[in-house]
Nanobody, 125 residues
Framework: QVQLAESGGGLVQPGGSLRLSCAAS????????MGWFRQTPGKEREFVSS????????WYADSVKGRFTISRDNAKNTMYLQMNSLKPEDTAVYYC??????????????????WGQGTQVAVSS
């Protein structure tokens, strides 16, 4: 089983940038498709982005396309989310997720078996 730990959240002004990291342990990281999700109080967890096990395929929600970039370093067992041009509506708890899957990206939260504890991102002036 894989354990996940997010880091890099914080408070940033609108238009600013943050880079989230998701460190994995306990599994063969390069066998896992990975994803980022976010959640605000009273709302369902929302898909943000996904990356395939190899890193060759990525997918983004329309709301973040062109502003966020997902990547992974399989040698370091770490996934990243570079977030630029942040908006107040990006404020949420961001979660990383993993699933043992080598055939592309995964967009649905209920298809992931492993989750981190989340990191808070707040975009405010």
């Amino acid at each position: 089983q894989v354990q996940l730990a997010e880091s890099g959240g914080g408070l940033v002004q609108p238009g600013g940038s943050l880079r989230l990291s998701c460190a994995a342990s306990g599994g063969t990281f390069s066998n896992y498709a990975m994803g980022w999700f976010r959640q605000t109080p009273g709302k369902e967890r929302e898909f943000v982005s996904s990356i395939s096990a190899s890193g060759f395929s990525t997918w983004y929600a329309d709301s973040v396309k062109g502003r966020f970039t997902i990547s992974r370093d399989n040698a370091k067992n770490t996934m990243y989310l570079q977030m630029n041009s942040l908006k107040p509506e990006d404020t949420a708890v961001y979660y990383c997720a993993a699933e043992l899957w080598s055939n592309g990206v995964i967009l649905a939260a209920d298809e992931y078996d492993y989750w981190g504890q989340g990191t808070q991102v707040a975009v405010s002036s």
